[in-house]
């Protein structure tokens, strides 16, 4: 047996036993990603995840962007794939002709590879920078009524502050932080904190512009809400502010885009969308703070 026909057959035994004992054992040692106790609406399906935000917005322009990126990848995958069938067809050995492989000079090729360099440099300058400056550089304005709030990554878990009716947040400081009873480090001293609101949910008001500030308490995270196509870093030390708008109630998905640690993949969080009134309700009671534990609930 020749030796390439040899390394054939033990690469193909060798994925074999991979695929076929390893993966399942590796598999049981991962856990489930934690599971909402609520359903999520809208229909996710094999393309991209229901679009929330209002039309003619920024996340919409993401979403012809994708739409642009993969007809282009198609023209380009298809026209490659037909140019190298080509070629091994036309450049094989045969009867009076020996193959090699010194490379022959064409005009095509070059005039064709411009075209896509030109058509790449369009897509950045012409189309994806100017839509990510038009939602970096356009911030809404206080007379829009915006709703402000704090996003604090931490591992793994995401963590939201908002300034509870007084509209102020509290001082914070790592000084004060403790992870049962204030995990965003609120001052106790300063009268601003003492309605502030802890969440572990998101919830936004529908239809009302949302500023929220995003930071980090431990390594680098991404604060990703697949709906609204918003996706930025938290970093530690610095507070990215980004803005969005929803414009459909119900229960969504928050993700942590950057791989942060070992269990990154169960970094996600519930964003609920309502209605105006049912947000001042929420934030009205958690502004009054968390419930008196109740000792007797524990026996249920
Ligand atoms: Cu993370």
Redesign the pocket.
Known sequence: MNSRRYTAIASVLVAVLWLGFATPLLAQDTAAAPSFDVELTGDYGYHLPPNIAPEGTYPHTVDSLIDILHYFMVVLFVGWGIFFVYCLWKFRQREGHKADAKPIKAKASKYAEIVVAIFEAFLLIGLSIPAWASVRNEFPTEEENPLHLRVV?E??QWNFHYPGPDGVFGKTSPAFLDLATNILGIDPADPNGKDDITATELHIPVNRKVIADISSKDVI??FAIGVLRVKQDAIPGMRIPVWFEANRTGNYEIS?A?L??NN?YS?RALMIVEDQGVFDAWYAKAAEGPEEFDEDELDD
């Open positions: 990554a591992q793994f995270h991404s942590c950057q942060c640690g990154h970094m």
